[in-house]
C-alpha cells in the first residue's frame, strides 16, 4: 500500500463525520405551514389501509405523507413543499424516537418515504443522517446502523459525540448532539405519538430531549418549563424545518414504554412546522382516546402537558398553543 | 475507548479536580503501583439496593430523598440507574471515571488523619444540579458519554494500599448515586486496614446513609445553602434532608465535617450564616468543623465574582461567635482561617497553606499547651 493510501484510509476513519459536514449556503427562508392570516397550520391525514397486517404498506405511507405534505404547506403537489423546505448540497437529520423497541418507534417505512422525498429535490444520500438517542434504541426499533459510506447514515448521539459547549436555555443546561450542532444544516422532526408517564405526552417537543445530554435532568415539574426551553437551544430551535409526527400506531397510556393494552391504530401522520401546534393537536387526540377507553384526563391523572403552553408563551415563542391560532385539515 | 465529546479525558477532567488532583498526586514509587486498570466501554449492570418494585414493571427508587419513579427502560434523574424490566439496576457500580490520589485537606477533612493522602474515586452522576458546579463534565453526565474504568472493589482497596493512602475518599461527583459501590469499596477497604470517607451534598435517605454509617469513617458534607430556596434555585434539591442527614451522622458518631461554599449575593448573608451556625451548636454540637470555602464563576453560573476574602472572614467570626469551635476559611491559601487553633487557649495546633500541613503541634490528639482534647481522627 502506497504512504498516500494509507493516509487516506486512517484519515477517512476519525474524520467520517466530517464527510457529512454543513453546507456552504443553508435554504433560506425555508417554508411554514402557515395560513394567510398567520395560523399555524397541521395536516391531519389517515388512511384506514395503511396497515398491511402487522407491517405498514410503503407505498401508502408514501401517499399518504405526499397528501399530508400538500395540505399542510397549501401546494399543489408534494414535491414543491419539499423544494422550498430542502436544497441540494444540505445535510439533513431526520430525529426519530426508538426509546421503546420496535413496536413504538418512529417507523422505517416512513423514515424511508421521507428519506426518498429529500433525495428528489437533490439531497444526497450520504447527506442524510437518521439518528437518535443510542445506537442501541436504533438497533432495537429495527434500525440498521450505518456510519459511514455512500448511503444514509444511521446512528445515535454515542456515535455522533456531543458539540463540547454547553447551551443554557431557561432552566436547561446542555450539551447538545454533534448531529444537530456541527453535521445538519436542517433538522426534520419525526416523533412518534405517545402517552408518557411523568410528562403527560411525548410528541414533537419532547422528542428533542433526544438531542441532549442529559435528559434525565429535566422531568421535574411534568417537564414545565424544561422541555419548552431545551427547544429553545438555537441548532433545535433553527435548523428544525419540518415535523412529521408518525402516529400509524399510537399509545394513550403507559408510556414511555410500549403497552400494547394501550396502542391504537390511529393511521395517521401529523405535520406541520410549528412544533406547538403539532403537540396541541397530538395532545387532543391522546386525550380523545383516552376519554374513549375510559382513562382519566392526563390533568386529573396529575400529568397534564403544560409545557406545551409554555411552549408558546412570551418567554418561548416556540409556535401556536391557542385553538384560535391553529388550523387543523384533516383529510 | 473513543472519547464520546470532542475533549480527551485529561480536558475533560479538567478544572479544579483534575488539575489540583494531578498537582497533588504526591510521589509514589511507579514500582509499587498495580498495572493501571483497563478502560472500557458499555454499560455494567449491578441491581441497585434500595428500591421497590411497583405495577406495570415500574420501580420507586429509594436511594434519595427525590424518590425517583422509573418505567421501563428509563433512568432516574441521576441518570446513572436504569429499570430494565422491572429490575433497577445501578450503572456505574465498579466503574469509576477517574482515580487520583489526593491530600485529605483537599476534601476537606481537617481533623481527619492530617497530612495524609486518599485515594479518590468518582463516577459520572449526580442526584442534584448545582448551577456552580465545579466537575459538571462528569457530575452531570451519563455513564455511556464518559469513558469508565474497570475497578472492582478489591482493586480499589488495593490501590488505595500500594499508594500509600490509608483513607479511599469518594468524591468529586456525588457518591450517593453510587452507594452500592461506595459500600463495598469501604468493605473490601476494612480488610486491608484502609479506611474510607465520603464526600457528599448528604441528599440521601435513612436507610442506604445508616448502611453506609457501618463501613464510613469520615463524611464531609456540603451545606450549600442555610435556605430551601437557593437549594430548590441553584441546586435542584431540598435542604431538609440534608440536615437530617448531619442528624443521623452526628447521632451515629460519624466523624462530620461541612463546607459551605459562599456565593455573593445568593447565600451570604449574614443573618442566613448567624442562623445556620445557631442550628449546627444547637443540632450537631460546637464540635463539628465548618468550612467556608470560596466561590469561583463555574458552570452555570458565571456572572458573580469569586467570593471577597473579607466575607469568608467574616463569616467564620460570625461561627466563633455563634459558639463553633473550629471554623476555617477555605479556598484562600495562606489564610491565618486555614489553621486550626485550640478552642481553649487558641494556640495554633495546626497550620496551614493550602493542602500542605506546615506545623502538626498535636500530642495524642490534645492541645500541646492547655491540653484539651481536640475532636477528631488523628491516628
Ligand atoms: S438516586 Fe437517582 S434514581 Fe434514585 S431517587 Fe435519587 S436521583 Fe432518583
Partial sequence: MERREFLKIVTTGPFLIGLTAKSASPKQNPLKSVTRDGKSRVAVARDPDVWRGKRLNEKRVGELLDKAMVAAFGVARPEEAWEGLFSRGETVGIKVNCLAGRHMSTSQELVWAIVERLKKVGVSARRIIVWDRLNKDLEKAGYKLRFYGPGVRVYGNDHAGYYPRLFVAGEVGSLVSNVAVKECDALIDVPILKDHGIVGVTIALKNYFGAIHNPNKYHNDIGDPYVADANLIPPLRNKTRLIICDAFLAQCDGGPPFMPQWAWKYNGLLVSTDPVALDTVGWKIIEDRRKEVGLPSLKEAGREPTYIATAADAAHRLGQHDWSRIETVEI | MKPKMDWSRREFLGGSCAMCALAAMPAVPSSLWLSPPRRVKGLHLVEARHYEKLQNRKIRCKLCPRECVIDDQERGYCGVRENRGGTYYTLVHSRPVTYHVDPIE??????????????????????????????????????????????????????????????????????????????????????????????????????????????????????????????????????????????????????????????????????????????????????????????????????????????????????????????????????????????????????????????????????????????????
Fill in chain 2, 106 to 379: 483537599k476534601k476537606p477533612l481537617f481533623h481527619f488523619l492530617p497530612g495524609t493522602v486518599a485515594f479518590s474515586i468518582a463516577t459520572v452522576g449526580c442526584n442534584v444540579e448545582c448551577k456552580f458546579c465545579q466537575n459538571w463534565q462528569i457530575s452531570q453526565v451519563r455513564p455511556e458519554q464518559v469513558e469508565a474504568f474497570d475497578m472492582p472493589p478489591d482493586m480499589v482497596a488495593e490501590y488505595a494500599k500500594q499508594s500509600g493512602s490509608p483513607t479511599i475518599a469518594y468524591t468529586y461527583t456525588e457518591p450517593v448515586i453510587f452507594q452500592e459501590y461506595v459500600y463495598d469499596c469501604a468493605v473490601a477497604g476494612k480488610k486491608k486496614g484502609v479506611r474510607s470517607v465520603m464526600i457528599s451534598n448528604g441528599f440521601i435517605q435513612k436507610d442506604p446513609m445508616d448502611e453506609l454509617c457501618t463501613v464510613l469513617d469520615a463524611v464531609k458534607i456540603d451545606l450549600k445553602a442555610f435556605t430551601e430556596r437557593f437549594y430548590k434555585e441553584l441546586v435542584a434539591g431540598e435542604l431538609k434532608p440534608v440536615l437530617d442527614t448531619l442528624k443521623l451522622l452526628v447521632k451515629r458518631g460519624m466523624w462530620t465535617e461541612i463546607v459551605y461554599l459562599m456565593i455573593p449575593t445568593k447565600n451570604d448573608s449574614k443573618s442566613e450564616i448567624r442562623e445556620m451556625c445557631k442550628w449546627i451548636v444547637g443540632e450537631l454540637g460546637p464540635d463539628v468543623p465548618v468550612h467556608f470555602t470560596r466561590f469561583y464563576p463555574q458552570y452555570r453560573l458565571r456572572n458573580l465574582p469569586p467570593t471577597p476574602v473579607s466575607t469568608l472572614r467574616a463569616a467564620r467570626e460570625i461561627a466563633l461567635e455563634e459558639g463553633i469551635h473550629f471554623a476555617y476559611v477555605g479556598n484562600v491559601p495562606g489564610d491565618p482561617g486555614e489553621n486550626t487553633y485550640c478552642p481553649n487557649c487558641h494556640t495554633v495546633l495546626i497550620r496551614r497553606v493550602g493542602f500542605e500541613i506546615l506545623e502538626n503541634n498535636l500530642v495524642n490528639g490534645r492541645c500541646p499547651k492547655c491540653h484539651t482534647e481536640i475532636p477528631g481522627v488523628w491516628s
